[in-house]
């Protein structure tokens, strides 16, 4: 079975601090997401890797950065975390492009915390 | 980008079957419906996929009408723990060969004993 590890699931910064999450997929996947739950709002995509020091943004990157050294983790930066920032992050991972390929499999999830 | 619309909750009892219908009248010919589900302080789980023909797996059968504008997932013998958040999604090609998947609200399905 694929397994997306999350290094953290519960995490509490304060305003300003430099905070980084991490990711670890153990398929050798191409892809990898990052996204954050917010009540009412879903599942929005912050960045996303398609391949070793590649990254597209997704529909919400303001205030976000990301870096993807090795295939098997992405590590998803604020890089001054504000209190609106406070969220459910969840990373995910897919093999490639084809239908039964794009199926993304996520991690449990980190509940950050800036206060 | 196709969008969809999907109940915001539905009951279900525990042991009847659970339909779960999703609107994507504006889906294009060569994109998919996909279908997962979250269940509480859980990241979210694929339950199944498909194009234009019915498909069914171990955990649940889906329904596409012929012109592609909706479907209904299928839970034969829903139980308490297919209680969740259902999301219909079609995929979205983004750049590079990711095939970005867009999470609307999705459908909180409640199994009642």
């Known amino acids: 079975d694929v397994k997306v590890t999350q290094s953290s699931r519960y995490l509490v910064k304060r305003t300003g601090e430099k905070v980084f999450l991490e990711c670890v997929q153990d398929?050798?996947?191409?892809?990898m997401f990052w996204y954050r739950q917010d009540p009412g709002l879903g599942l929005r995509l912050i960045y996303f890797?398609?391949?070793?020091?590649?990254?597209e943004k997704g529909d919400i990157p303001e205030g976000y950065s990301v870096s993807r050294e090795k295939k098997e983790r992405f590590s998803l930066i604020l890089e001054s975390a504000s209190t609106n920032q406070t969220s459910m992050y969840l990373c995910?991972?897919?093999?490639?492009?084809?239908?039964?390929?794009?199926?993304?499999?996520f991690g449990a999830g980190t509940r950050l915390s800036v206060l | 980008d196709a969008k969809t619309t999907q109940p915001t909750s539905m009951d279900c009892a525990e042991g009847r079957a659970a339909n779960l219908p999703c609107n994507h009248s504006?889906?294009?010919?060569?994109?998919?419906v996909y279908w997962y589900r979250q269940i509480h302080s859980q990241g979210p789980q694929y339950i199944i996929h498909?194009?234009?023909n019915n498909e069914t797996n171990e955990m649940a059968s889906l329904i596409i009408t012929e012109d592609r504008k909706s479907s209904t997932l299928i839970l034969p013998h829903a139980t308490l723990r297919d209680t969740a958040v259902y999301y219909c999604?079609?995929?979205?090609?983004?750049?590079?060969?990711?095939?970005?998947?867009?999470f609307g609200q999705g459908t909180t399905l409640q199994v009642k004993p």
């Open positions: 995910a991972s897919s093999l490639g492009a084809a239908p039964r390929e794009n199926i993304q499999y």
């Open positions: 398929m050798d996947h191409e892809n």
């Open positions: 890797s398609y391949d070793v020091k590649m990254k």
């Open positions: 504006t889906i294009s010919g060569n994109e998919y």
């Open positions: 498909g194009l234009k």
């Open positions: 999604i079609v995929r979205v090609h983004g750049s590079g060969n990711t095939g970005k998947l867009i």
